[in-house]
């Protein structure tokens, strides 16, 4: 069989792991094939394995959604099927090749934001957690460490994108921080910082995602008339796709990597993955 593998605007690092463990474990029985920018496709070999393993780098390199369209339609047809990876724009593309190629495409959701509504989780979803709480914690020593003569209010600033939990499930595992989400007026903003200055505090952290403007976050802060400095730290998607995948993550890249060979050998038609539990399961679409 011959089976392609495309991440689309998904470049995060257990991508990877997952594309080694699909290829090594199977490359002596089928070809796969990576789609690069120059709108080719190319085989894998044991070389591009070696060399990943020893040096590092990409051993597929996530694509925008714009190239993946200009891919050579005859080239992919030539194909036995295609493996997409990637978020909410991946599951479109995903269904587009399916709908105009007759061959079978398989969707893994692949994201820092696990925003694919059909699956509860996406791969890579929770090192882009430990990463961004990591670069919390760093930020939450520095400031410790100094003394400040009023009360500092920073904000981490998080990517951002509709449907997705990470702004709440990075501030839930911070710990004591103020999330946006929950700060609705000025007067509820000016209480939690009472509370925390009255309890001999000199700091405390604000998460809140790209997606919030700017100008209204700190006409929210000035409403409070607190005697307070403000400073923004950000954590962009770079920093959260982290060079390091969670062992969760791993461990599920290696489930994927069998449920993806399944579905190569056996009679099931296009689809997409479900991650959920520790579990992944094929659905069709």
């Not at 047809?77 to 090749?97: H, I, P, Y």
Request: hydrophobic content about 40%; glycine content about 6%; overall charge negative.
């Amino acid at each position: 069989m011959k089976i392609g593998l495309i991440t689309i605007e998904a470049g995060v690092s257990i991508v990877n792991q997952l594309t080694y463990e699909i290829v090594k474990k199977n490359l002596h029985k089928h070809k796969f094939y990576r789609f690069d920018e120059k709108e080719t496709i190319r085989p894998f070999g044991e070389e591009d394995l070696y060399n990943w393993k020893k040096l590092g780098g990409n051993l597929l390199r996530s694509i925008s959604l714009e190239d993946a369209q200009k891919l050579n339609k005859i080239q992919v047809s030539s194909l036995d099927g295609v493996v997409v990876m990637g978020g909410e724009e991946a599951l479109r593309f995903s269904k587009q090749l399916r709908d105009i190629n007759n061959i079978k495409i398989l969707f893994i959701p692949v994201s820092i934001y696990n925003e694919i509504p059909e699956s509860p989780r996406s791969l890579g979803y929770d090192s882009a957690l430990n990463a961004a709480i990591e670069d919390i914690f760093k930020v939450e020593d520095t400031v410790s460490s100094c003394r400040y003569d009023q009360f500092r209010l920073f904000g981490i600033q998080l990517p951002g994108k509709p449907g997705s939990l990470l702004e709440k499930d990075v501030a839930d595992a911070a710990g004591d921080v103020i999330r946006y989400l929950d700060v609705d007026s000025p007067d509820r903003l000016s209480h939690i910082l009472r509370e925390k200055i009255d309890a001999g505090l000199n700091h405390s952290l604000l998460i809140f995602d790209d997606m919030t403007e700017l100008t209204r976050l700190e006409e929210l802060i000035e409403a409070t008339q607190l005697d307070l400095s403000w400073k923004i730290t950000q954590i962009n998607e770079a920093q959260c796709s982290g060079m390091h995948p969670t062992a969760s993550d791993r461990i599920l890249a290696n489930k994927i990597a069998d449920v993806l060979i399944q579905w190569v050998e056996g009679e099931k038609n296009s689809g997409l993955l479900i991650l959920q539990d520790n579990k992944v399961t094929f659905k069709n679409n």
